[in-house]
């Protein structure tokens, strides 16, 4: 069986592919305004076999800045076990955003060394729009036992943020143009982008139906960005998604700050910016 460890997968080679042994499907639907919707719609009809992963529980931590810090790896490798994932399989992962949510779920895999883990391209939509079958009957998978790993890799706080900006480094905000310039602001305490951060909206990765750009368009947006570029968002879920479609146009060196404009926003003293 081929690794499975591009960055994407198609609809066509995942409902090829799905019987295979070794191959572990998780659902990571999930809706900012209402985020117990994602797993209304598993119980309703999900990719058959798939997990529903929950951003909340299982990819989501109680300790750290921002709304959505990550858990300690010891944690997640508790949920990855009881999730019936094991170190050597390989993991498709979707959603209902266009690999928004999902990617949060692949990057965190990668960060702790997993390579073999996909997101399904154009997500459960196009699952739905290939006319392939859905289930409404909960899969249950034997619990393993994940190794923990020592820390995250591909991070950094906010203190390290300042050093960056200072230092040439580039900072990314994957955030809608109208939060990055200071618009609107729907969820966190004030609004704007950290000084020194260029917009490169998440969304923009993805073409008229949902899919993700060519490899030739997604290099073309991500050129230019020096070593190490450092992506946030929100609260360090859609960042993922444009650290995801780095790494179809071949950059795998960027970071993810993980708490995020929630985190930074929040904290007392630190700069804010407001416009283009």
């Known amino acids: 069986m081929p690794p499975l460890s591009s960055p994407l997968i198609s609809v066509d080679e995942l409902a090829g592919r799905l019987d295979e042994p070794g191959i572990v499907v998780c659902d990571v639907r999930w809706y900012l305004t209402d985020p117990y919707r994602g797993r209304r719609e ?26 959505h810090p990550l858990p300690t790896t010891y944690e997640f490798a508790a949920h990855l076990s009881r999730l019936g994932i094991a170190r050597d ?7 209902s955003a266009g690999g928004a949510v999902a990617s949060r779920l692949w990057w965190m895999l990668r960060s702790i060394g997993h390579e073999r883990v996909s997101v399904l391209d154009g997500g459960y939509q196009a699952w739905e729009q290939a006319g392939q079958p859905t289930t409404d009957a909960v899969a249950v998978r034997v619990p393993t036992g994940y190794p923990v790993v020592e820390g995250w890799r591909g991070i950094v706080d906010a203190d390290a943020i300042t050093d960056f900006v200072e230092s ?3 900072l990314i905000d994957a955030r809608a143009p109208e939060r990055y310039r200071g618009e609107v602001e729907p969820i966190d305490q004030q609004a704007g982008h950290i000084p020194g ?12 139906d949902g ?5 030739d368009e997604l290099a073309a947006r991500f050129a ?8 946030y968002c929100g609260s360090g879920v859609t960042a993922c998604h444009d ?14 700050y993980p708490g995020s404009w929630s985190d930074w926003s929040s904290q007392p003293g630190r700069p804010v910016a407001t416009g283009d």
């Open 197 to 208: 951060a260029i917009n490169l909206p998440h969304l923009d990765n993805l073409d008229a």
């Open 224 to 231: 230019d960005l020096g070593s190490a570029p450092v992506v």
């Open 42 to 67: 598993y119980d309703d009809a999900h990719v058959p076999g798939a997990v529903f992963v929950d951003l909340h529980a299982e990819l989501a931590g109680t300790i750290g800045g921002g709304r």
């Open 89 to 95: 399989d390989a993991v498709v992962a979707y959603d």
């Open 211 to 215: 899919r993700h750009r060519s490899v």
């Open 243 to 256: 650290l995801l479609a780095m790494s179809v146009a071949g950059i795998t060196d960027g970071r993810l």
């Open 168 to 170: 040439g480094t580039t």
